[in-house]
């Protein structure tokens, strides 16, 4: 439920660890790295694939995996790239999801970040390779303040950046300088890292020439046989963020930091001999600083390298501090992550914290390995500590982590226990209960597959799961990428079933995919016609926004038609038959759907209404009041009702003008009702010639159908009633309109103030005919691009479809459906692959809380430091005076495959912009270069910025071309 904060907190206040991933020896992730730590597993050993024949130690498969595209990083620029920074991009990506925040949602928030890091060894690589290796890419791959620069540029963030180098201290240091950050206002969040590779083995020698590493290749920290350290690599990143807003956010917890503080040895025995007394003053003024009496501490994780020197000094130094005065049968329990994993160097002070902070959240405490009798020169007894050798509970509520660096600066943090949480939210609603949809999104499409994939395991894996609670965290704890699907599902059986076809890539019922489209909403609002009986019971019993939406309508019209709406509406089908209470009906459903949608956050920019449904519209819009629109739509109907039964309505397959032509040839009162495309009209009036007419069109092949009607609306017929329903009209009070935008289906074009509030208008409306199509090309021309017919059926958004279809449009009808809450899912869902608002908290409702999900499929390639040798651009070629020739189709991808690093015939994604397909602007440049060259004219610079897609690209050259050649299909 984590939302990015906005109000600094108060200075001094705890900090909350809201949000964690991690990445280490033996366990790619946080919960298997609980697995290895309860199980007191070593993931210590023999060095394999590129770290073969290394030494033993702590170390990580596939570093050279990555998704380079999800960040927008072309391959030549991944290669150039230290792996540091990239393991870093993706753990900073799933400690967001972890903190259910949106990746995506931070984006130019004062989000801090704080990176821990003492080791560069890709530099060295990228050095030792010579001038050919350099590229445009070696400066930021290889400079060690881009570890945290790339985090802030990749996730837009604006709070502090830097990268902190204290030797082996660096990254709990990075955390005390996070949470001094937050705590003073300065970071309204913060992202807390630290990394370690490992490349080479000549870093081993200079860690054995300093006479560090363990010969025996085990860390036994405080055990007589400790002989150095073992090196071990990972990375990990905490989301941080002030507790009270923790709090009141509802966030997960995992624990709590209240204080630390960091010190240097300054001159002792020598630059790397640890000092006692300074450790002693770190640890004082850490528990100083978070207002914590040492003997509070229930646990220390230690610094606890394993060497016979500096063991030594750091149980004397917690002794001094924490043992003294306890009891004997309770001394502080100590333990060290270094014999689980080895000794990460930069990474291993938050090694020691996520482990902590797991235990903290787990409540038990791991056991520390390799121990079986203590340092000679250390007494435990004596000092008050224990080294815990099993697996037991956690110890009190409050712990402490220790970390120092090979030169001095040493650091300690102070942790406590989460706050108990308030009583638990109220149990699941009956707005949960029904179908729900499940909205996913991914860079690519193979990565949406990957998504659907290992959700349906999630949910196969949890057979209790919650949809609800499934939905809401898919819709607000995950980035929305360009790619998109959802899928709509009664339970945990039918919602795996259709993640499943989706990750084959099948398109069964419930299973909706898209690109993330852009443009406006438009709502369609019907006439008579599309009434059914029992519309609407469902969402009335369902969901409180639409049930007091229809129940206040229907308070309204029901003295005037001396009638109850709902039984009308749900039991009395004769009655629903009759215009007089269907139009009624009618507006109540409309009125109370579209309140319910936008409850969900799912409004209109654009308003549609068809015949009576303008009326609606008009209404929403803020034209009329709800007294005053459903008066005038119980005066209309009854107006209507007055006159003679009889006359006719025919559908029409033709044009229009040449359906005015033919009336224009025979006598009787015949008209155009509606024109709702360009070959699709109803024609209107007495039976005669309407019948006449079209047995006309019948006889050239045209398709006819005759309407079941009572009356035949938009035509002569209605002249008698237009000048009561007039005088009605100017009894109504007319306000200038505050909602959303009604397109005129009289006019076909935007309504204004002397339309929708004038009496003649309203009176002309009764006789005019309908110009649906007009006013939906209308919408479209405004921007509309996501239609949603708000009423009992689909005719409106049908219709639409002929009219403005064959892009990227997309239709919804959501109570075409006798299934209602099925319908409303499915809007939803279409919401999401568009990319259209909805509040999904208010969609769930307060009853459903985030729960964890799998984290992000990334779509990881090897990238390797070879790869990075060919330059991603070249010098600018003079521009040609004659044509040189080429198909743009064809060299616009072909170049910037090759710019990017990828092989000729590549997948491309055309329609994604060259930014996000990794082209910076010197790549950029590189492609106009190459492009000029080989079309033989000039490609300025400027036109990725204004074609910024492969696909409008390619069109914008074909357009400037001289000639034109025959067009080849760059899809």
Known sequence: MSAPPQQPPAPDGPVAIVGLACRFPGAPDRRAFWRLLAEGRDAVAPGTGPRAGRRPGGYLEDTELFDAELFGMSAREAAATDP?????????????????????????????????????????????????????????????????????????????????????????????????????????????????????????????ALGALSPTGRCRTFDARADGIVRGEGAAVLVLKPLARALADGDRIYCTVLGGAVNNDGRGAGLTAPGQQAQQRVLAAAYADAGVDPRQVGHVELHGTGTRSGDPVEAAALGAVLGAGRPADRPLLVGSVKTNIGHLEGAAGLAGLVKTALGLHHGELPPSLHYTEPNPAIDPAALGLAVCRTRTAWPGSVAGVSSFGLGGTNCHVVLGAAPVPAPGLPEQSDLTAGPVPLVLSGHTPAALRGQA???????????????????????????????????????????????????????????????????????????????????????HGSHPEFAAAFDRVAEVVGPLLGTDLHEVAWRREDLLDRLEYAQPVLFALEVALYRLLESRGIVPDLLVGHSQGEITAAHLAGVLSLEDAAAFVVERGRLIASLPPGGAMVAVQAAEDEVREAIAEQSGLVGVAAVNSDRSLVVSGAEEPVLALAARFAAL????????????????????????????????????????????????????PEELGSAAYWAHHLCATVRFGDAVQAAHALGGRFFVEVGPGHGLSTMAEEVAGGGAEVFAAPLATAEERRGLAELAAAAHVFGRPVDWRAYFGPAVAPVDLPGYAFQRLPYRLADAAAPAAEPAAPQPAEPAGGDPADLVPRHTLEILGRP????????????????????????????????GRKVPATVLFDHPTPARLIEALRAAAPSQSPRASHR
């Open 904 to 935: 000729a015939g590549a997948p491309l994604d055309f329609d994604a912009s060259f930014n996000d397909l990794g082209l910076d602007s010197r790549a950029a440049l590189a492609l106009c270069t190459r492009l000029a060259r080989d079309l």
């Open 453 to 539: 994939l290992r959700l349906a395991a999630h949910l196969a894996g949890s057979p209790a799961a919650d949809p609800a609670a499934l939905g809401l965290s898919l819709a607000v704890t995950r980035a929305g990428l360009r790619h998109r699907a959802a899928v709509v599902g009664a339970g945990p059986e039918e919602l795996a079933e259709g993640l499943r076809a989706l990750a084959r890539g099948a398109h069964p019922d419930g299973v909706r995919t898209g690109l993330r489209g852009s443009g406006s909403t438009v709502f369609l609002l019907p006439g008579q016609g599309m009434q059914r009986t029992g519309m609407g019971r469902e969402l």
């Open 701 to 752: 092949g045209r398709r006819t159908r005759p309407l079941r009607i009572s009356r035949a609306g938009h035509s002569p017929l209605m002249a008698p009633i237009q000048d009561e329903l007039r005088a009605f009209a100017e009894k109504l009070t007319f306000h200038r309109a505050s909602g959303p935008v009604v397109v005129s289906a009289v006019t076909g074009a935007p309504a204004g």
């Open 84 to 208: 540091q920074q990239r393991l870093l991009l993706e753990l900073a990506w799933l400690a967001l999801e972890d903190a259910r925040i949106a990746p995506d949602a931070l984006h130019g928030t004062d989000t801090g970040v704080f990176v821990g890091a003492c080791a560069d060894e890709h530099a060295f690589l990228a050095r030792a390779a010579g001038p050919a290796a350099l590229s445009a890419y070696t400066l930021t791959g290889t400079g060690r303040a881009f570890l945290a620069n790339r985090l802030s540029y990749a996730f837009g963030l604006h709070g502090p950046c830097l990268v902190t180098d204290t030797g082996q201290s660096s990254s709990l240091v990075a955390v005390h300088q996070a949470v001094r950050s937050i705590r003073s206002g300065e970071s309204t969040l913060a992202l807390a890292a630290g990394v370690q590779l490992n490349p080479t083995a000549e870093g081993d020698a200079v860690v054995e």
